[in-house]
């Protein structure tokens, strides 16, 4: 492990109150500003910085060991990474993985993405959480010269993600088709070639790993631009609906996604399945409210109840945005709560086959505990 504690810093991380963690920095050469948050996932850092809904944030890992299994196109959620930098303890060190195609330093460099090890990753993460997500600048020199006081300025100039609408950013450009399948021994990822369902995916910021769950249950997925109308989606003739993760303010997103989501809704009798942003989204249209969390939910080891069954689900989380549940109308259902802080993390419609989730149901942290989300999604369409 290379020897952080007794070499120059080459990144720094500035938070807008003044505080600042020196390090070693890897990956992109530069600076940064976003929120900061921290995840206490202990696998998956690949996944969690192509995550679209980490759009606008800088991520702490509070796992030290990020990086030692290397990178692999394989394990990408989109195309490149979203998250603007990486927080961590320790240096990664050479990667040691059958599966590994190149180095974590390697692909952040290639991909413009800025990262500080050596970080005293339990002292920021109880800042985070006993502060509220602060914004920050990360900046990364091998000469080891920063200014500061711009630093500072900048971090300070952020506007945060409150009222900020990143689903125009990180969603598709143009429709396209999904019928790629969930990865499986001895064969990778499949094809779906005998679908039942035709389901249209709105993409606010779509894993891949989702769309690949849809297909596995039994899904034809036509995957459209946020922005697309109730007109666009409904000449697709679908089966269902879907409404995916992703990155901002909940009402920012809304005064596009809420108006289309609510004629689909007034014009269609179809199944509507929303994971995350997508259950903020729902929630929104039936006359809920979302809020602002302190420093929000991300990790792997989340736990959930449903609240029909007393069945504890363990989940992955990434969201700084909650619906409230006493905002919840007449006839919409809580039907998940977080164990943790019993905030929302599911509803349903009472007489529709309408229902969301907070959590991700496709990122396996159970390792499949919620995924009959998915098969309750595709029975619902069965039926119709």
Request: with cysteine; glycine share 10%; charged share 20%.
């Amino acid at each position: 492990m290379p020897d952080t504690m007794n070499s120059k810093p080459t990144a720094c991380l500035v938070l807008a109150d003044g505080t600042i963690f020196y390090g070693q920095g890897f990956g992109a050469v530069g600076d940064t500003v976003a929120e900061l948050c921290f995840n206490t996932a202990m696998s998956g850092y690949q996944e969690i910085m192509t995550d679209p809904s980490y759009a606008g944030q800088i991520v702490t890992f509070t796992f030290p060991h990020i990086g030692n299994t290397g990178v692999t196109p394989e394990d990408d959620e989109t195309a490149d990474p979203v998250a603007a930098g990486m927080v961590v303890k320790w240096m990664p060190t050479q990667s040691s993985n059958w599966r590994a195609a190149q180095e974590l330093g390697d692909w952040l460099a290639t991909r413009g993405r800025i990262a500080i090890g050596g970080i005293d990753t339990r002292r920021l993460t109880r800042a985070i959480r006993q502060q509220g997500a602060p914004h920050a600048a990360l900046s990364h020199n091998p000469d080891g010269e920063f200014d500061i006081d711009a630093l500072v300025k900048k971090a300070r100039a952020f506007p945060g993600l409150t009222g900020l609408d990143l689903a125009r950013d990180v969603t598709c450009a143009q429709s396209y088709r999904w019928d790629e399948m969930r990865w499986a021994w001895p064969d990778g990822y499949t094809r779906q070639t005998e679908p039942k369902h035709k389901v249209v995916a709105i993409d606010y910021g779509a894993k891949r790993n989702i769309l690949r769950c849809l297909a596995s249950a039994g899904c034809d997925v036509t995957v459209m631009p946020a922005t697309a109308t109730a007109e666009d989606v409904l000449a697709q003739n679908p089966d269902g609906v879907f409404l995916s993760n992703g990155p901002g303010d909940p009402a920012a997103t809304g005064s596009y996604a809420v108006p289309m989501i609510q004629s689909i809704l007034d014009r269609s009798e179809i199944p509507v399945f929303g994971i995350c942003l997508g259950h903020q989204m729902l929630a929104l249209a039936l006359g809920a409210r979302t809020v602002k969390m302190n420093h929000g939910h991300h990790g792997a080891n989340h736990p959930v109840k449903e609240v029909a069954t007393g069945k504890v689900e363990i989940t992955s989380m990434n969201h700084g945005f909650a619906v409230d549940s006493q905002s919840l109308p007449q006839g919409v259902v809580e039907t998940h709560v977080s164990l943790f802080d019993g905030s929302n993390c599911g509803i349903r419609m009472a007489d529709r086959p309408v229902f969301s989730v907070q959590h991700h149901p496709e990122a396996s942290p159970g390792p499949q505990d919620s995924f009959y989300l998915f098969e309750r999604f595709a029975a619902s369409m069965a039926k119709i």
